[in-house]
């Protein structure tokens, strides 16, 4: 599973060179051209790629099931978003160089003291990390020390999402209400609708999921790694031999919601928009769905879960839009029953008894008969 890694990581910089080439340097009217729109939907897909391999780091191997983690990805979409709604400044509709436009529309008078800050790149990067690492380890801090685990954990992540979209929905929270956050113009000075900036976009969302790839890698073969999964198996075995349970836990869920958060940040200069909706409670359960299709506890797995979903979402959508519920759905239905550790988990399953079958095959040869 390890050599797995290394070759999706290897695959996955190769893509963070190949799309952008095939697109800027490969002229329209040839046959491997990829065209403008499609180089930000393969980064979106990417981007749930991360926020699939993000709960993976919780859910398959510290065995934390988040029903809330569309949250962490939410917030760090709009701390990304706050940061390109300052960027617009004079050049929105009410020509306004500190209030965004839905701040005018409403009446707003000055710029909300949680708005500070935004007009600057570092500063936005740091709240992409730490607003869902607070809110993580702070939920965590509580929810772990009481050992709330099981279902109960699950129930109680999904209304911390439910609960954000609500809030988010609110026009005097000001974060665009209903509408949300839309109509970007560029990003560190450069036009956000450029093919360039997509192409490099979609190669640093590229070099973000491989990092990540590599680094979770590195965490679950070390000791820390072994822990987290003795958690997951047997937490109460694990609490009893002195490990500090909660503090794994902790550390799990806390660093799989800044890599949720991160993932959120490159998500929205690439789709353009980020309103509540992203908070929705269905988008959580969709996440789930990803992980197991792809194979939890394997890493590659939650990946290729994320991409081929997404993938499919995008063509029953608009071939058969009544049928896409049913379809992912029924997708998840048939995974739980005959494929339970996923693609990835059941491959390597299959590819681990191949050995034993072989040799099972064999027949034992006969002695020579002794000369007479």
Same mark, same amino acid.
């Given at each position: 599973?390890?050599?797995?890694?290394?070759?999706?990581?290897?695959? %996955?910089?190769?893509?963070?060179?190949?799309?952008?080439?095939?697109?800027?340097?490969?002229? !329209?009217?040839?046959?491997?051209?990829? &065209?403008?729109?499609?180089?930000?939907?393969? @980064?979106?897909?990417?981007?749930? !790629? /991360?926020?699939?391999?993000?709960?993976?780091?919780?859910?398959?191997?510290?065995?934390?099931?988040?029903?809330?983690?569309?949250?962490?990805?939410?917030?760090?979409?709009?701390?990304?978003?706050?940061?390109?709604?300052?960027? /617009?400044?004079?050049?929105?509709?009410?020509?306004?160089?500190?209030?965004?436009?839905?701040? $005018?529309?409403?009446?707003?008078?000055?710029? &909300? *003291?949680? *708005?500070?800050?935004?007009?600057?790149?570092?500063?936005?990067?740091?709240?992409?990390?730490?607003?869902?690492?607070?809110?993580?380890?702070?939920?965590?801090?509580?929810?772990? #020390?009481? #050992?709330?685990?099981?279902?109960?954990?699950?129930? /109680?992540?999904?209304?911390?999402?439910? +609960?954000?979209?609500?809030?988010?929905?609110?026009?005097?929270?000001?974060? @665009?209400?209903?509408?949300?956050?839309?109509?970007?113009?560029?990003?560190?000075?450069?036009?956000?609708?450029?093919?360039?900036? #997509?192409?490099?976009?979609? +190669?640093?969302?590229?070099?973000?999921?491989?990092?990540?790839?590599?680094?979770?890698?590195?965490? $679950?073969?070390?000791?820390?790694?072994?822990?987290?999964?003795?958690?997951?198996?047997?937490?109460?075995?694990? #609490?009893?031999?002195?490990?500090? $349970?909660?503090?794994?836990?902790?550390?799990?869920?806390?660093?799989?919601?800044?890599? !949720?958060?991160?993932?959120?940040?490159?998500? $929205?200069?690439?789709?353009? %928009?980020?309103?509540?909706?992203?908070?929705? &409670?269905?988008?959580? /359960?969709?996440?789930?769905?990803?992980?197991?299709?792809?194979?939890?506890?394997?890493?590659?797995? &939650?990946?290729?879960?994320?991409?081929?979903?997404?993938?499919?979402?995008?063509?029953?959508?608009?071939?058969?839009?009544?049928?896409?519920?049913?379809?992912?759905? +029924?997708?998840? %239905?048939?995974?739980?029953?005959?494929?339970?550790?996923?693609?990835?988990?059941?491959? !390597?399953? *299959?590819?681990?008894?191949?050995?034993?079958?072989?040799?099972?095959?064999?027949?034992?040869?006969?002695?020579?008969?002794?000369?007479?």
């Amino acid at each position: 599973m390890s050599r797995l890694s290394l070759i999706a990581a290897a695959i %996955i910089l190769g893509l963070a060179l190949l799309v952008p080439l095939l697109n800027l340097a490969v002229p !329209a009217e040839q046959a491997f051209h990829i &065209p403008d729109y499609l180089v930000p939907l393969l @980064g979106k897909y990417l981007c749930f !790629a /991360i926020l699939a391999l993000a709960l993976d780091l919780a859910w398959g191997y510290c065995g934390i099931l988040s029903l809330g983690h569309g949250a962490f990805f939410a917030l760090g979409g709009y701390a990304m978003g706050m940061y390109l709604m300052r960027q /617009i400044g004079s050049r929105g509709v009410y020509a306004n160089p500190v209030l965004p436009d839905f701040m $005018v529309f409403l009446n707003w008078k000055e710029l &909300p *003291w949680y *708005w500070y800050g935004f007009d600057m790149f570092w500063f936005a990067s740091l709240m992409v990390m730490l607003v869902p690492g607070l809110l993580a380890f702070v939920f965590g801090w509580f929810a772990f #020390r009481s #050992r709330v685990t099981g279902v109960y954990l699950s129930i /109680i992540t999904q209304a911390l999402t439910y +609960a954000l979209l609500l809030a988010f929905f609110r026009n005097d929270m000001g974060f @665009g209400g209903n509408n949300g956050l839309t109509d970007f113009k560029d990003i560190l000075g450069f036009s956000i609708q450029a093919p360039s900036t #997509r192409a490099a976009l979609f +190669a640093a969302t590229c070099i973000v999921l491989a990092a990540f790839l590599l680094m979770l890698r590195w965490i $679950v073969a070390s000791r820390l790694g072994k822990v987290m999964v003795a958690v997951r198996d047997a937490e109460s075995r694990t #609490r009893f031999i002195g490990y500090r $349970v909660e503090h794994v836990k902790l550390f799990a869920f806390t660093l799989s919601a800044v890599m !949720a958060g991160i993932a959120g940040a490159l998500y $929205v200069p690439q789709v353009g %928009i980020i309103n509540p909706g992203e908070f929705a &409670p269905a988008n959580s /359960i969709e996440i789930v769905i990803w992980t197991a299709v792809g194979g939890r506890g394997t890493l590659v797995g &939650p990946i290729i879960g994320a991409v081929t979903v997404n993938a499919g979402k995008t063509y029953f959508t608009a071939a058969f839009p009544d049928m896409w519920l049913l379809v992912l759905g +029924a997708l998840f %239905i048939c995974v739980t029953l005959f494929l339970p550790r996923g693609i990835v988990g059941t491959l !390597a399953d *299959w590819l681990a008894r191949l050995p034993r079958k072989a040799k099972a095959g064999k027949t034992p040869t006969a002695l020579p008969e002794a000369a007479e």
